[in-house]
């Protein structure tokens, strides 16, 4: 099954930076989500984005739809060290009453330093 | 509180053994999924069931089976089957509506069940 480009697949930064990542695909989504996992748990849902061209904010995050309806960004202001994890996009494609399946991303790992 | 449990949390089994997860939401969801990952991947889908009695393929079904007899409940059993059954294994839930409402096609994920064969 067809898994979506996350770029970059890692990242160091230090407390207080700004974080950007990305993430693309060959086909269209009409939903984009994105998630964090924490080590040994099961993803956390950040944000949904239903339309092309939205810009959603949850805090200190912020995440768009791009245009094409091929990618999505999320952004992340004043990192702390709490936001380390693993991010995951995932698109979807729903149809009216059918609970459809996610793609994901393969994952942008973030670490914090102080 | 509602929510995803999934049980055990940690599961070791010997090779040649088949292996049942279990997996309860009690959020009034139609849909259940199963999810597998492995060390530094995304997830991949197993199974899903928009609604009891009826599930579907995903992407890697082979070795796998489910069943959906009840609302909250979605057990994935790993065969003997299955060539590499050691994987982090996530269960989740989503709502399924005639009409998409805000939130209503987002799937939320359980605390997982992280399976070793030896």
């Known amino acids: 099954g067809q898994q979506l480009n996350q770029s970059p697949q890692s990242m160091f930064i230090q407390e207080g930076e700004d974080v950007s990542m990305n993430c693309t695909s060959s086909?269209?989504?009409?939903?984009w989500l994105w998630y964090k996992q924490d080590p040994g748990e099961g993803p956390v849902l950040l944000i949904a984005l239903y339309k092309a061209g939205e810009l959603t904010s949850n805090g200190r995050l912020t995440a768009q739809f791009g245009i094409t309806r091929k990618d999505s960004f999320l952004n992340i202001s004043a990192s702390i060290p709490s936001d380390v994890g693993i991010y995951f996009c995932a698109g979807q494609l729903y149809r009216s009453g059918t609970a459809s399946k996610l793609t994901f991303g393969t994952g942008t790992r973030l670490q914090v330093t102080l | 509180d509602g929510g995803i449990t999934q049980s055990p949390k940690y599961l070791f089994r010997k090779e040649g053994q088949n292996v049942t997860l279990s997996c309860e939401q009690n959020l009034n969801h139609d849909a259940m999924y199963w999810y597998r990952q492995d060390p530094g991947q995304g997830l991949r889908l197993i199974y899903y069931?928009?609604?009891?009695?009826?599930?579907q393929k995903g992407d890697i079904a082979e070795g796998y089976s489910v069943s959906r007899e009840k609302k909250e409940s979605f057990p994935l059993t790993v065969t003997s089957a299955q060539k590499n059954p050691t994987a982090f294994y996530l269960c989740?839930?989503?709502?399924?509506?005639?009409?998409?409402?805000?939130?209503?096609?987002?799937?939320?994920f359980g605390p997982g069940t992280r399976l070793t064969v030896t």
């Open positions: 989740a839930s989503s709502p399924r509506s005639g009409r998409r409402t805000s939130g209503s096609y987002e799937q939320y």
């Open positions: 069931s928009q609604i009891v009695n009826d599930f």
């Open positions: 086909s269209i989504f009409n939903t």
